[in-house]
């Protein structure tokens, strides 16, 4: 809300960075008292996780006429990062110790602020000012000849999309908390599981990389209805599946789900909140998937699976993804709530 209403991404971006940077070395410093770690740990997220939908809002404002078409290749080169990130992470754990974890995090932070800042002064694909990722038709920085895309913002149909996106993750969390107790109980062995994820990461960022090439030939409504119903074959394979190959050919599916689903989200949120309120909206998107959803599904499924065991968990989240697939189609599928940009 504050990046909107001052009209920049890069200020607040940069804002948190810091603060993130500077309560991480709080966090450090008090490692070894629970609570003070606790509040500390609750500071940093509280900066930290704001950062990725403010990425995502400057890139999509930053996209010109093509909105977030862009946005799958330079999030799929930031899984990639994320990918080699954790893997070099995990070596120097083991050789340094976990408090080297920190340090990480600190240099990170220090590099993105860097990388943010230098975009500031050299990114300027908009036409306005440089550095505030807007849309621009040399007249305002909030604005685009010759249709503002904030008078066709539908509240309504944005409001159904974010139940949607919090129906979905409801039913994707038990996939993604009890996939490796399912791979172990089929006889997979910690190796296995690590080809599995590797997998699946590598599925997704070509999903992403690929989700450009898509869009050129598919409505951006029929992308994201797309994942969906993959996504629900996906968890529904797996309440049958008890083969190891089985279960690790599955996570070739992730380009098509979660590949597609967040550039397609990316890009249908400005159409629907209004490119206005981009920052937000998708801040309020990224909240629902990865934080009320999250939080209901890790509820819902650990209830199924001590009540009546690790595949009705799975079932369950089938039927969840299900609902969330059926709910999108009924709100913008119907010929009263299409729209020619969606």
């Not at 920049?8 to 948190?16: A, G, P, R, T, Y």
């Not at 930031?78 to 340094?96: C, E, N, P, W, Y």
């Not at 937000?280 to 001590?306: D, E, F, K, P, R």
């Amino acid at each position: 809300m504050l990046a909107d209403r001052i009209g920049s991404e890069k200020k607040v971006i940069l804002s948190c960075l810091l603060l993130t940077f500077i309560l991480t070395a709080e966090v450090y410093a008090v490692r070894k008292e629970f609570y003070a770690l606790l509040l500390s740990y609750g500071a940093v997220s509280f900066f930290d996780k704001a950062i990725s939908p403010l990425l995502d809002s400057w890139i999509v404002r930053s996209g010109g006429k093509d909105n977030a078409l862009p946005y799958g290749r330079i999030r799929a080169a930031g899984s990639l990062g994320g990918a080699l990130s954790a893997a070099g992470t995990g070596a120097l754990i083991d050789a340094a110790g976990f408090g080297m974890v920190f340090f990480l995090h600190m240099g990170m932070t220090a590099l993105l602020f860097l990388g943010a800042l230098y975009a500031g002064k050299r990114w300027d694909v908009s036409g306005g000012k440089a550095g505030d990722g807007n849309l621009s038709d040399g007249k305002s920085g909030r604005e685009k000849a010759p249709c503002d895309a904030a008078q066709m913002a539908r509240p309504l149909s944005y409001a159904a999309l974010l139940a949607v996106v919090v129906f979905l993750f409801t039913g994707v969390t038990a996939e993604i908390t009890y996939y490796p107790i399912l791979f172990q109980k089929c006889g997979g062995s910690k190796a296995g599981l690590g080809l599995a994820m590797f997998l699946m990461s590598a599925s997704e960022l070509t999903g992403m990389a690929l989700y450009p090439s898509l869009r050129r030939r598919v409505p951006l409504r029929w992308a994201l209805f797309l994942s969906l119903i993959v996504y629900t074959i996906k968890l529904g394979i797996q309440v049958f599946a008890f083969r190891i190959p089985v279960l690790m050919l599955l996570q070739l599916l992730q380009g098509g789900a979660y590949g597609i689903l967040l550039p397609a989200v990316t890009e249908m949120v400005p159409l629907l909140a209004g490119r206005r309120r981009t920052a937000a909206a998708l801040s309020a998107c990224h909240a629902g998937m990865q934080g009320v959803g999250t939080v209901l599904g890790n509820w819902a499924a650990g209830m199924i699976c001590g009540a009546f065991g690790l595949r009705q968990a799975f079932a369950a989240g089938t039927c969840f993804c299900g609902l969330a697939a059926a709910l999108y189609f009924i709100v913008f599928f119907t010929p009263q709530k299409r729209s020619p940009r969606l």
